[in-house]
């Protein structure tokens, strides 16, 4: 543990802070090398792939299988170049406004923390798994925990979806995990059961592709916040493409809305509103 951890706050740990950074997680040496968790990035790293590279730099562990199903996470589960999807939107934004495309993925990756459908959902997946596998395993029973999750959150992370019963995206991702030796776990096991128990209640939840992804990853080892952290870029596949369309159309065009589709109930205004939707 830092040592600085036991200094309370106040000016004693801000002078024990000034113009130096203790850390062992990395550090670049101009005209040198760079380190990342005591290793030479152009030694050890120059012939990994840039998400096995993100795996160590997130967990601080080597692991190509866990790369590579987390590429085809962000492939089959959260690229989608559609304009109508809530982070995508953003992006497309950017362009029908002709900002810069830096600041338009990052806003769309800002607003990718949604809690219905974004990086909450999933987070909140792979707590539950991680919270219901140590409670099974000392003794309690599936149907409980689920009861008691819906009664005190309203809500079981991970399944239901807001547009349509099923997800279209299990079957494809699952035959993907099973190629490379994925998908067996007990945790992936234990998210179909969930599933299973929903799907007969008067809820009719149906596994969503945010347990599935979870539960691979738990069974791949990652902690919550290390999935969490590994999936903040999932989106940003299908932004890149919406940024691009929107910003070779003419300016101003991302679906705009008429005056006259308007139902203004507020107080009065000098506003001149149009009739019809075609004004």
């Known amino acids: 543990m830092n040592e600085r951890q036991n200094i309370p706050p106040g000016p004693g740990l801000l002078n024990q802070c000034e113009d130096n950074w203790h850390t062992e997680m990395g550090a670049i040496f101009f005209g040198e090398r760079a380190v990342l968790r005591g290793k030479d990035i152009f030694e050890a790293y120059s012939n ?112 239901g979806r807001p547009l349509a019963s099923g997800d279209e995206r299990v079957a494809p991702l699952m035959k993907f995990a099973k190629s490379i030796d994925c998908g067996t776990g007990p945790f992936v096991k234990l998210a179909f059961e969930i599933g299973d128990y929903l799907s007969d209640t008067r809820y009719k939840y149906q596994i969503n592709i945010s347990a599935v992804v979870a539960a691979l990853m738990a069974d791949e080892g990652l902690s919550t916040n290390e999935f969490y952290y590994l999936s903040s870029l999932s989106f940003v596949g299908g932004m890149f493409p919406c940024y691009i369309d929107a910003i070779n159309h003419p300016e101003g065009t991302l679906f705009p809305l008429s005056t006259g589709r308007i139902n203004y109930i507020g107080a009065p205004t000098d506003k001149n509103w149009l009739p019809g939707d075609n004004q």
């Open 48 to 159: 990994h792939r840039w998400l096995e590279f993100m795996v160590s730099a997130v967990t601080g562990r080597e692991s190509k299988k866990t790369a590579r199903l987390i590429e085809a996470m962000w492939v089959i589960c959260s690229s989608y170049p559609d304009p109508r999807l809530w982070n995508n939107r953003i992006a497309a934004l950017g362009g029908t406004t002709r900002t810069t495309g830096a600041l338009a993925i990052n806003a769309g990756s800002a607003v990718s923390e949604a809690t219905i459908y974004g990086l909450k959902t999933s987070k909140g997946a792979i707590d539950l798994l991680h919270r219901f596998k140590k409670e099974l395993d000392f003794g309690a029973s599936l149907e409980e925990l689920i009861h008691n999750e819906l009664k005190q959150y309203r809500v079981v992370w991970g399944y």
